[in-house]
């Protein structure tokens, strides 16, 4: 066997496998290479996508929080300016429910007063008619005296 021409046998199944590689093999493979890379981008822009959209939840949820504490505070303090209110309305009721008890109190008293005064009053007008009596020894005219013992009531 001569050396170059097995050499050039080498060179030309080379050559032939070469362009046979080129021809039939290589496109495909280039064509899976070039889908791989595709998807690889696409998933990149998805995933730049997907970070995107959870900044931007991120940043709604934080202005719902906000929002909802906002609310939060401003039901607390209307309902505590509602309890303040309660109470400044059950302090004036109870006020003016003392003052009523008060004033009927007060009203019962000056009946009382007055009651024990006039009973008072006859009791001294009996007395003094007995004393008369006592003192003049003899029968006193009520009739008579009736004016005289009422003005001495009056002045009692």
Same mark, same amino acid.
């Given at each position: ?49 997907? =970070?995107? +959209?959870?900044?931007? @939840? &991120?940043?709604? *949820? $934080? /202005?719902?929080?906000?929002? %909802?504490?906002?609310?939060?505070? !401003? ?16 302090? =004036?009721? +109870?006020?003016?429910? @003392? &003052?009523?008890? *008060? $004033? /009927?109190?007060?009203?019962? %008293?000056?009946?009382?007063?007055? !009651? ?27 009739? $008579? ?12």
């Amino acid at each position: 066997m001569n050396l170059n021409a097995t050499l050039l046998a080498q060179f030309v199944v080379f050559f032939i496998l070469a362009i046979v590689t080129m021809k039939y093999v290589w496109p495909p493979m280039m064509k899976a290479l070039d889908d791989r890379a595709n998807k690889i981008a696409d998933g990149l822009a998805a995933a730049d996508k997907g =970070k995107e +959209a959870l900044q931007d @939840a &991120a940043q709604r *949820v $934080a /202005a719902e929080l906000s929002a %909802a504490r906002d609310e939060g505070q !401003k039901r607390i303090g209307e309902a505590e300016k509602r309890a303040l209110a309660i109470v400044e309305e059950a302090k =004036k009721i +109870a006020s003016d429910e @003392a &003052a009523r008890i *008060v $004033a /009927a109190a007060k009203d019962d %008293a000056e009946q009382q007063v007055n !009651k024990a005064r006039e009973a008072l009053r006859g009791q001294v007008a009996e007395l003094a008619v007995k004393g008369a009596e006592q003192i003049l020894k003899r029968e006193i005219n009520a009739g $008579a005296h009736a004016d005289l013992l009422n003005q001495l009531a009056t002045e009692l």
